[in-house]
């Protein structure tokens, strides 16, 4: 039978206080100053796969709210205004919350800000690697990654196979 690993991991002797904190931050993000970039979309990744693996690094929730956090603008101003849609008259912002033993839950809240930090600088995408893993983690979702590492030769073409070599001509 399958146990998971304990929480505690900190301290494993018992030291633990077992005293458990929750807390929230606030992270604002920079609409304003960057209105052409796709924030939302570079947080969430993949499938949200981005934000997933945030959260797990971290044990904390980050929960992005705020004018623009709902996809379907439509949707977004129907629910305005409605309880627990408050949020979206503020502008984009991200919220973190953590549920986690006295003794580390700041040092994880700082974390998953720092990373954020990252994933919220605009770069140019030409240097941009984080996009290019996203995109790359993206094709192998999708089941389109092409394989350099297969081909000899630098071609895509469909006209070699595995090996190199052209196919045979085929009348039809």
């Given at each position: 039978m399958f146990?998971?690993?304990?929480?505690?991991?900190?301290?494993?002797?018992?030291?633990?206080?077992?005293?458990?904190?929750?807390?929230?931050?606030?992270?604002?993000?920079?609409?304003d100053k960057y209105p052409n970039f796709n924030f939302v979309g570079r947080l969430l990744g993949p499938k949200g796969n981005s934000l997933k693996r945030v959260e797990a690094n971290t044990?904390?929730?980050?929960?992005?709210?705020?004018?623009?956090?709902?996809?379907?603008?439509?949707?977004?101003e129907l629910m305005r205004g409605k309880p627990g849609y408050e949020h979206l008259n503020e502008p984009l912002h991200l919220v973190i919350e953590a549920e986690l033993p006295a003794e580390i839950i700041d040092i994880r809240l700082m974390q998953a800000r720092e990373i954020l930090d990252d994933m919220l600088k605009?770069?140019?995408e030409s240097m941009d690697f984080?996009?290019?893993?996203?995109?790359?983690?993206?094709?192998?979702?999708?089941?389109?990654?092409?394989?350099?590492?297969?081909?000899k030769s630098g071609s895509v073409s469909p006209f070699r196979n595995s090996m190199g070599m052209k196919r045979a001509k085929t009348r039809g």
């Open positions: 146990h998971p690993p304990s929480r505690n991991w900190l301290s494993p002797q018992g030291n633990s206080s077992g005293f458990i904190v929750k807390k929230t931050m606030r992270m604002d993000i920079p609409v044990d904390c929730r980050v929960l992005i709210r705020g004018r623009g956090s709902i996809k379907d603008a439509a949707k977004e605009p770069v140019d984080f996009k290019k893993q996203q995109l790359r983690e993206l094709a192998m979702l999708n089941g389109t990654l092409k394989d350099n590492s297969s081909q």
